[in-house]
Each structure stands twice: as C-alpha cells, then as structure tokens.
C-alpha cells in the first residue's frame, strides 16, 4: 500500500488545502453546505494532481534515476510496473470525471467553472509535464498558477467571491515554495549533475535573488490584504497584526533555505520544521478568533 501511495504522492495532496481559503477567509467554516462542497472540490483536486503526479514520474523515469532522492520513486525504482501504473492512471480519470458530475448532481447546480478549472489545471500540467517544466521562468510560473487554481476552485464551488489581493497573494506565495525547490535541484546538481535541462536557466544566485524578491512581495501583498476596505470591513483592523505570523515563518523559510542550505522540497520543510508548523498554527487562531470571536 505504501508504494501506491507515493506513487499518487498523498503527502503532497496538502497543497490541495488552499482550497479551502475562500471558505476560511469568508467565515463560512461551520457552514456544513459549503464545507461539504469544500471537500468534495479537496477530494476531486488531489485525485486530479495524482494523475498529473502519475503522468510526470511516468514521463521521468530514466532522468528520476539518476536523481539521489528521486530514484525511490516508485515508477523509477521498478516497486510498480509501467503498465500498472498506466491502469491506476485511467482509474483515477474514470473516478474524477464521475465525481464532477456525481457533485453537480448531489447539490443540484451545474458547476461549470469549477470543471473547467480542474480541466484547465490537467492540460496546463500536461504541457507542463511533456514541454513546459524544460523552459526556465515558465516552469515555476506554472506551479504558481497551480495554486492560484486551486483557491479559484474553492470559490467556484461554493460560490464566495475572492479578493484580487488574495489570488495575488496565492500566486506570490507559491512563486516562493517553486524557486526553493528549484534552488534546492541546483544544490543537489553541484554533487550528483544536472537532472532537469531548466536547471540550464537558473543557477544558485539568481535563485536567491529571486527567493527574496518573491517573499518581500508576498509580505506586501498579505499586508495590503489586511489593509483591503473588504477585509477590515469582514474582520477587525486588529487582523493586520496577523503579519508578525506571516513574516516570521517567511523568515524562517529563508533561514533554512540560504543559511542552513536546506535542499529538500519547500513541502519537506514546513513538515519537519517546528519554529514554521507553530507559527502557522498561531496565524490559523488568531484568524479563527477574528473571524468567530469578532465581539
């Protein structure tokens, strides 16, 4: 079970919670109509990225093996066969395009958007897996745009509108996580070679350079968002002192990417990394207290 699990990189199904930030960010959480809708959109979104994860290790194998982490992978270690891996692929379309229809069914609304956002996300990620991810700059704006689609998914869904700010802000953040991990490839590269030919248009100073210029624009943004007249207005002015949250664990991102020379995914670091998962915690309290306890 184990094998099949990494295959379908459940532990990276975590991204598919930006999902739920409209439903967050609106205050509609224990609204159990629209935190259903929520999860079916998280359920339908993770199988979606599965098969996009399916398609890359598949397309990957022979570059994956030559790649100190990636070569457990289970397609390019050999732990599940190429024609198996094909199967669960087309199970995971059959299953994904019948819950599309099986959720418009179920709440009786015909949910165009939101299937074309998931449409729209699996051929962006199919020019990305076979063209895209080789060209420098377009590679990581693909991944950005990937989150933004998500959030865009979680609004369509259920129906809340989404600030400009906050799909800016998505964007930004996920700009950020993109340049780490392929900071992280170019480490890696200096000891085992180049396994990505975009690695070509990247090397560890541009990197760095462009690591800290998204995170300063990330704290702009999330500080604009809070100072938004829809924010203050939905919330209290006391949520622009939510920042602090916000920059400490971008702060903290940064340590462990330039001074402690962390080269694992963005992913890994905030699952391993104490200081950013209790700051994050905190950041989801004080907002839950200003969205809940408003009085």
Same mark, same amino acid.
């Given at each position: =079970?184990?094998?099949?699990?990494?295959?379908?990189?459940?532990?990276?199904?975590?991204?598919?919670?930006?999902?739920?930030?409209?439903?967050?960010? &609106?205050?509609?959480?224990?609204?159990?109509?629209?935190?259903?809708?929520?999860?079916?959109?998280?359920?339908?979104?993770?199988?979606?990225?599965?098969?996009?994860?399916?398609?890359?290790?598949?397309?990957?194998?022979?570059?994956?093996?030559? +790649?100190?982490?990636?070569?457990?992978? $289970?397609?390019?270690?050999?732990?599940?066969?190429?024609?198996?891996?094909?199967?669960?692929?087309?199970?995971?379309?059959?299953?994904?395009?019948?819950?599309?229809?099986?959720? %418009?069914?179920?709440? +009786?609304?015909?949910?165009?958007?939101?299937?074309?956002? !998931?449409?729209?996300?699996?051929? =962006?990620?199919?020019?990305?897996?076979?063209?895209?991810? +080789?060209?420098?700059?377009?590679? !990581?704006?693909?991944?950005?745009?990937?989150?933004?689609?998500?959030?865009?998914?979680?609004?369509?869904?259920?129906?809340?509108?989404? &600030?400009?700010?906050?799909?800016? @802000?998505?964007?930004?953040?996920?700009?950020?996580?993109?340049? /780490?991990?392929?900071? /992280?490839?170019?480490?890696?590269?200096?000891?085992?070679?180049?396994?990505?030919?975009?690695?070509?248009?990247?090397? *560890?100073?541009?990197?760095?350079?462009?690591?800290?210029? &998204?995170?300063?624009?990330?704290?702009?943004?999330?500080? =604009?968002?809070? @100072?938004?007249?829809?924010? %203050?207005?939905?919330? +209290?002015?006391?949520?622009?002192?939510?920042?602090?949250?916000?920059?400490?664990?971008?702060?903290?991102?940064?340590?462990?990417?330039?001074?402690?020379?962390?080269?694992?995914? $963005?992913?890994?670091?905030?699952?391993?990394?104490?200081?950013? %998962?209790?700051?994050?915690?905190?950041? *989801?309290?004080?907002?839950?207290? %200003?969205?809940?306890?408003?009085?």
């Amino acid at each position: =079970m184990k094998k099949y699990l990494k295959l379908l990189r459940v532990e990276q199904w975590v991204k598919n919670l930006f999902v739920f930030v409209p439903l967050f960010f &609106s205050g509609n959480i224990t609204n159990i109509d629209l935190l259903v809708k929520s999860i079916f959109a998280f359920v339908i979104f993770s199988l979606a990225a599965s098969v996009v994860y399916i398609l890359n290790d598949y397309n990957d194998i022979e570059a994956d093996r030559k +790649h100190p982490e990636k070569r457990r992978r $289970p397609l390019a270690s050999g732990a599940i066969s190429k024609s198996k891996a094909i199967g669960i692929l087309i199970g995971l379309v059959i299953t994904d395009i019948a819950l599309v229809f099986f959720t %418009q069914i179920y709440f +009786h609304e015909y949910l165009w958007k939101f299937a074309t956002i !998931i449409g729209f996300y699996v051929v =962006m990620n199919l020019a990305y897996t076979f063209r895209l991810k +080789h060209v420098p700059i377009i590679d !990581i704006f693909i991944i950005a745009i990937g989150f933004v689609l998500r959030v865009l998914a979680g609004g369509y869904i259920t129906g809340i509108s989404i &600030s400009q700010w906050a799909i800016l @802000l998505t964007f930004v953040l996920a700009l950020v996580l993109a340049i /780490g991990k392929r900071r /992280g490839e170019l480490i890696n590269a200096q000891v085992s070679g180049k396994t990505r030919r975009a690695l070509d248009g990247y090397n *560890v100073q541009f990197a760095d350079i462009a690591l800290s210029i &998204s995170i300063t624009l990330a704290i702009v943004c999330y500080l =604009m968002f809070t @100072l938004s007249p829809e924010v %203050q207005e939905r919330f +209290h002015s006391r949520v622009f002192y939510t920042v602090i949250f916000v920059v400490f664990a971008l702060l903290r991102y940064l340590q462990q990417t330039l001074v402690y020379n962390r080269t694992e995914s $963005p992913t890994k670091i905030v699952y391993r990394d104490r200081y950013i %998962q209790v700051t994050l915690l905190l950041w *989801v309290a004080a907002f839950l207290i %200003q969205i809940y306890f408003k009085k």
